[in-house]
């Protein structure tokens, strides 16, 4: 209201509004404008809609409300009225930390609600409560009087209505108006006992015209168009006008705004309510089509602003495949405001609609497209399963009805989300697919997403080599600005890209070179600002430092990320983050310290994941070792050789085979033969996978065994190797 913002402004109008009012406030357009923009469901470009999480949304949103609120309060006191407290949705509930930090500003809130809503929330601020009470027996009398002449009805009528309307002076006021309009107070001494009777009779005693009026502008909404309600109501011009004219005399409906359109509203929302409920169910489903198709006509712009609007108008009335189409929109649209349940519900509500359409190729498309756009809130909430079940039913509806870029990118998702699940060969399939499809359409976008997640799953299978030609020509070839824009599932290409390159290079024994990539994916993600990208590449760039043997900074490092991943919420990279936190304190003399936040990395076991769990198993039998637990250590190594030989991950199964070695090496007493096959084995296995920084710590293990066992020669020509 303050910035003057009709549902009806198109994006342009709307944004040149912010920016006067921006400025007014004498604050950076250019800074706030887009999280502004994007509140009001038009994102821009700088805006970078979906690098961002739901929590960064809002948190940036609650800044930027506040920011407005604190320069308009310097310029003069400022009042914020927010009404129907009852049905505000949970994001915007959120917001009750803006109010807090305006405490100390001249600020009056004004909040109302029903009194159903729990009002104990409002506990935390200096508020004042006041319950509005019935009114009394003369006040009653007053407002009555102000309806209905004294002398219009008897004394016992008038106590009746008295009576019924219990001090309610909305239903004192339907009540007269009841009585005015039905003719001589003789004919009439049968008082409605709910306000709900009182509204459905007088609305009956309409025209048939003027009822048929009322209803259409129910079907549309509390707040009515005018032009809308013109291309649905059955009369048109100057009986439309007279219907409305009427309906404004009985106080039905009122203007309350001119520009820029005229806009009706019912004057209470029980009248709006009465009035729908009482259109039959054909009638009712006949309007909200009717709206659709006028809407669509009226505001050819701006259907994206009014999706939330058309999508349940389309559900309502049974006009399937737009209800499927707005949906996914209204979807789309929740989850860029930071609404991750919402959005969900909306997209569960588009690919249920998906199974009841006609089997035709726009439909089966339509399908696909509602699998494909649940990826957003459910990769939040950590529900890969299901992503991976939905993408497989995908991939076989764009095989029927032969949309190969459709496919492609199916196929490239379901690569991401088989290295996830620790499929790392199927993940290479669908990427191969994917790579083949993008060859074959020219599709640039896709061919880097499929490079990419290639790349990943030949790493975790050991293959660095092939891996690091990818991620290095994401990070360093003509692919790299799409790789900039990505979104590889959550992060872009090139942050990831860089990042895993750092941890490739400290693999093969040049930490110092994996540094310098994992410096880029940090700047890149720390100028994106979104903080999974931030915390991916601080986890991944304390690996160059521990290898390094800078303990301390890779200590630090690691501690970013995970306090990263706490505060924002980032559940899916938080087990990463926090097993490299623990790795890296014991490695720095903290072993007790560091099993809590070692065991916590594992616990992804519980949830079927399976990708890198061998690994944190290693270094969590590493911490073990550490601290002392000799026989835990024990167990923990060999559920890592079992994990990584079951996954195929023969990097990790290379930590996991010299873990092992340096468990049997510190046993009591020494077995001298076990512990130097073992470490053999290690370094043998490392060999073919160019693991020359695990084969250099081979030679360090088996130098220190050497030298325990008393034997001096053998000691110093491992250690010198």
Not at 207 to 231: H, T
Not at 593 to 615: C, D, I, K, Q, Y
Request: charged share 25%; aromatic share 6%; proline share 5%.
């Amino acid at each position: 209201q303050g910035c003057h913002l009709p549902d009806t402004d198109s994006a342009e109008r709307a944004r040149q509004k912010l920016v006067d009012v921006l400025r007014r406030l004498e604050l950076p357009a250019g800074e706030i404008l887009p999280h502004l923009m994007h509140l009001l469901g038009h994102p821009m470009d700088s805006e970078r809609p979906g690098t961002s999480t739901p929590d960064e949304i809002r948190e940036r949103t609650a800044e930027v409300l506040h920011r407005m609120c604190a320069s308009a309060s310097l310029q003069r006191p400022l009042v914020l009225v927010i009404e129907d407290l009852q049905w505000i949705d949970p994001a915007s509930e959120n917001l009750r930390s803006m109010f807090e930090a305006l405490s100390n500003r001249p600020l009056l809130l004004v909040l109302t609600y029903r009194p159903d809503y729990p009002a104990a929330r409002l506990d935390q601020f200096r508020a004042t409560q006041i319950s509005l009470q019935p009114l009394g027996e003369e006040e009653s009398r007053r407002l009555l009087h102000g309806i209905l002449p004294s002398n219009r009805l008897p004394d016992t009528i008038i106590r009746e209505i008295l009576d019924r309307a219990d001090g309610n002076p909305f239903f004192l006021e339907e009540l007269g108006r009841t009585f005015r309009e039905g003719g001589s107070p003789s004919a009439r001494y049968d008082v409605p006992h709910t306000v709900q009777e009182v509204l459905l009779a007088r609305i009956n005693r309409l025209p048939e015209r003027e009822r048929g009026v009322l209803q259409s502008a129910a079907a549309i909404g509390r707040k009515v168009p005018l032009s809308l309600l013109a291309a649905i109501a059955e009369p048109e011009g100057r009986d439309l006008a007279a219907s409305l004219s009427l309906l404004r005399t009985g106080e039905f409906l009122q203007q309350t705004s001119v520009a820029p359109e005229v806009e009706l509203t019912f004057k209470h929302a029980l009248t709006h309510q009465v009035t729908y409920d009482g259109i039959d169910h054909r009638r009712r489903r006949v309007l909200h089509a009717r709206i659709v198709a006028a809407i669509e006509q009226l505001y050819p712009e701006r259907l994206a602003d009014l999706a939330e609007r058309l999508a349940d108008h389309a559900l309502l009335g049974d006009v399937r495949d737009k209800a499927v189409d707005y949906l996914r929109l209204a979807g789309a649209r929740a989850f860029a405001r930071g609404g991750v349940e919402e959005s969900l519900d909306r997209f569960e509500k588009a690919l249920s609609l998906t199974e009841g359409l006609p089997d035709t190729p726009d439909n089966g498309r339509r399908a696909i497209d509602a699998r494909l756009d649940l990826h957003s809130p459910l990769i939040v909430l950590g529900q890969v399963d299901r992503l991976i079940r939905l993408h497989q039913e995908s991939e076989a509806i764009a095989r029927r009805v032969d949309d190969p870029p459709r496919r492609g990118q199916v196929l490239w998702r379901m690569a991401h989300y088989s290295w996830m699940d620790a499929r790392y060969r199927d993940g290479i399939t669908c990427a191969e697919q994917a790579l083949d499809i993008a060859s074959a359409t020219g599709n640039a976008t896709l061919r880097v997403a499929a490079m990419f997640a290639s790349a990943l799953n030949r790493f975790s299978l050991g293959l660095y080599r092939e891996a690091m030609r990818s991620f290095e020509d994401l990070a360093d070839g003509p692919d790299a600005e799409i790789a900039r824009r990505l979104l590889a599932l959550t992060v872009p290409a090139y942050v990831s890209s860089c990042g895993w390159l750092g941890h490739c290079w400290s693999f093969l024994g040049d930490p110092r070179r994996g540094l310098t990539y994992a410096r880029r994916a940090e700047q890149a993600a720390d100028a994106s600002n979104h903080p999974q990208a931030q915390a991916i590449s601080y986890t991944l760039g304390a690996l160059p430092l521990i290898y390094m043997g800078n303990l301390a900074q890779g200590v630090e490092q690691a501690e970013r990320a995970l306090e990263l991943c706490k505060s924002r919420g980032l559940i899916l990279w938080f087990p990463g983050a926090s097993v490299t936190y623990g790795w890296a304190l014991a490695l720095a003399g903290r072993a007790t310290e560091a099993l809590p936040h070692l065991e916590a990395g594992t616990f992804v076991e519980m949830a079927g994941r399976r990708n890198f769990l061998s690994l944190m198993y290693v270094w969590w039998a590493e911490g073990l070792l550490l601290a002392g637990k000799h026989d835990d250590a024990t167990q923990k190594i060999a559920r890592a050789i079992e994990l990584a030989k079951q996954c195929h991950e023969d990097g990790y199964l290379s930590e996991a085979l010299l873990g092992c070695a340096r468990i049997l090496a510190s046993a009591e007493p020494l077995r001298l033969e076990p512990a130097g096959a073992a470490y053999h084995d290690a370094s043998q296995h490392a060999e073919g996978l160019g693991q020359r920084a695990l084969r250099a710590r081979v030679q360090l293990g088996l130098g220190q065994v050497y030298r325990r066992a008393g034997r001096a020669g053998e000691a110093r020509a491992h250690l010198r190797t």
